[in-house]
């Protein structure tokens, strides 16, 4: 009736469902909890691929599927159509009981360790609200989170470039346990990361002339270990979102970018003229990205930037605390970027 695969317990409900059928599976499913816990199953989740039902049948599951709230896993249904999705996010408002449209959207959510950081996710649903809610938390496990405008959109970006395409999805009401790796950023600075990306590699683009891309990224705290000589700029930002924004140039990225904008060779040992080009650039994107987030009706302010030659006096600025660490290129150079409270 169920096997383990991936941290994830699948149960196949098979053949026709009645109510009398899905008293005994959920029965069962009580009594695997030891199996559960000893196991450290992430999550429970029934598969309709092969099932048989109506409408009154999907009540009836979801309502005892409800009442699985001691087995210590989250519980989510997969494997349905879009017909039957559109029925099950009714069925399933304020409960428990999550809908994945399949066991690796599942997986995705209840057992993140099993697939690498670096994955790229093309995210769609109608819901607004729902989308905002899917992407700040694959965001919050360290994912790349991408946004399709519309169905066309995600249809055509689903085939290319993307590690995994998640739409159909329904977190409901969340009993997990907190993650780990959580964030000490607003959801609204959260769900609005993609504009200082964006932003960032829009500038240096248009001020440069050189490729500029973001590459990964990833939660954790700032890290230190960086090889070689770097200038940083940081600025502190306050408003609607709040936290601090984090440019780290390599000594010669940052050369070839301020030589690029200019026209002109820098030398490099020229710390004033590099570190106040650093500085400009963090000015410039901070700039441009106040002014998208007041598109949207969120008011920010920055402070003037601050750079630095050394990792240690930032690191004494902006804390020890979990950001949204962010591997960027430019003409084919690391640079990055790290924003955090």
Avoid at 7 to 36: A, F, H, P, Q, W
Avoid at 117 to 146: F, K, P, W
Avoid at 240 to 253: A, N, Q, Y
Wanted: glycine content about 4%.
């Amino acid at each position: 009736m169920y096997h383990i695969e991936n941290e994830i317990m699948i149960i196949n409900y098979v053949g026709k469902m009645d109510d009398r059928k899905t008293i005994m599976i959920i029965n069962t499913v009580n009594s695997l909890k030891d199996k559960i816990e000893n196991r450290r199953v992430k999550g429970v989740v029934f598969s309709l691929r092969t099932a048989l039902y109506d409408i009154h049948s999907l009540k009836f599951l979801v309502h005892k599927l409800n009442t699985l709230t001691k087995l210590g896993a989250p519980v989510a249904i997969v494997d349905y159509s879009a017909k039957t999705y559109q029925a099950l996010k009714l069925l399933t408002e304020g409960t428990i009981v999550k809908l994945f449209k399949t066991v690796q959207a599942a997986q995705l959510f209840f057992a993140p360790k099993t697939f690498k950081n670096e994955l790229s996710i093309l995210v769609y649903d109608e819901d607004e609200e729902n989308m905002d809610q899917i992407c700040t938390t694959l965001a919050r496990q360290g994912y790349s989170v991408h946004r399709a405008k519309n169905e066309k959109e995600f249809t055509e970006k689903s085939q290319n470039g993307y590690d995994i395409a998640i739409t159909q999805c329904r977190l409901n009401a969340d009993e997990s346990r907190p993650s780990a790796s959580a964030l000490p950023l607003s959801k609204v600075l959260v769900k609005n990361l993609p504009v200082f990306m964006d932003t960032a590699v829009e500038t240096l683009v248009s001020f440069t002339g050189l490729e500029a891309k973001k590459t990964a990224h990833q939660i954790r705290p700032f890290t230190t270990r960086l090889k070689g000589d770097v200038v940083t700029a940081m600025m502190h930002f306050k408003g609607d979102v709040s936290g601090h924004f984090v440019l780290v140039f390599p000594r010669h990225v940052a050369i070839l970018a301020l030589e690029a904008m200019l026209g002109e060779s820098v030398r490099s040992n020229d710390n004033e003229a590099i570190m106040d080009g650093v500085g400009e650039f963090c000015n410039i994107i901070t700039g441009s990205a106040k002014s998208k987030l007041s598109r949207k009706d969120i008011k920010v302010i920055f402070d003037l930037p601050k750079t630095f030659t050394a990792l240690q006096p930032l690191v004494a600025t902006i804390g020890d605390d979990n950001g949204i660490w962010i591997d960027m290129q430019l003409d084919g150079n690391p640079f990055y970027m790290f924003i955090t409270r």
